[in-house]
C-alpha cells in the first residue's frame, strides 16, 4: 500500500533542498484551479510557508468562474497567499501588435496565455527572490500536452513524476475540495477546452500504458504519435557543437 505520508515528507524535503540551493526567499506557483496546480501548491506550502498562488484569468470565461473559485478554495484550505492578476488586456494588446506583421495561427493564439503567465511568475519571482514551482504531471509531459516556454518552464517541478491518477490519489490522502476532484481536467485556455477532447484519448488509457504498458492498438497510436512529436519540448535546445 502506497505510504502518502512518507512520499509527502520526501517531496517537501525535495522542495525544502532546492531552496536552499538557491538560496531563495520563497516559492510563486500558476494557481489555476486546476488539480495539478492544487497538489503542488499543498506540497510547497508544507516546505515554504512563503508560498504564493498567483491566479491568473485571461484565457476563457471559465478562468473568471470556476477556475477563480476552485483557485480560491484551496487557498483558503491550505492557508496558501494568493494574489490575482487578469492578463487578458495584456493578451489582447499582444495579439494586436503581432497581428500587424503576421496572421496569427490557432496554435499560436493558444500558446500566448500560457506564456505570459510564466512571464508574470518569473517577473515576481526575479524581484521577490523566489522560485517558480511547475504544476505539469508525467502524463501531460509524455505526451508533450504543455506549452513550451509556457507551463512547461520552471526552476523545479515537484509532480513530475506522478500520472494523473497519481495525482488525484494524492490529493484525495490531502482531503483536496471535491470541486478540484471531479472537474475535467483542462487548460481553461478557452471556453469548452478539455485535455482529452484535444489529444483524443483518455488520462485513464495514457496512465494505463505508463504503469503497466498497457494498451489498445489505437490508443498506443495516438500515444505514440503525440509522444514522438513533442519530443522537442523535453530536450534541452539543439546547439551546435565543435568538434
Known sequence: MRDYKEEANARVQYIQNILSAAHADGIIYGNSGGKDSALVGILCKMACENTVGLIMPGGSKQNYDSDKRDAEIVARQYGIDSRYIDLADL???????????????????????????????????????????????????????????????????????????????FLRYFNAPDSVLVKPPSGGLFDGQTDEAEMGISYESIDAYLLTGKSSAEDKAIIDRLHSISEHKRAMPSVYERE
Open 91 to 169: 493578451r489582447a494588446s499582444f495579439v494586436s501588435v503581432i497581428g500587424k506583421i503576421t496572421h496569427i495561427s490557432q496554435a499560436g493564439l493558444t500558446n500566448i496565455m500560457p506564456r505570459l503567465r510564466m512571464t508574470a511568475l518569473y517577473t515576481v519571482a526575479a524581484s521577490e527572490n523566489r522560485l517558480v514551482a511547475g504544476t505539469g504531471n508525467r502524463s501531460e509531459i509524455y505526451m508533450g500536452y504543455f506549452t513550451k516556454w509556457g507551463d512547461g518552464a520552471f526552476d523545479f517541478n515537484p509532480i513530475a513524476d506522478l500520472t494523473v491518477t497519481e495525482t488525484y490519489e
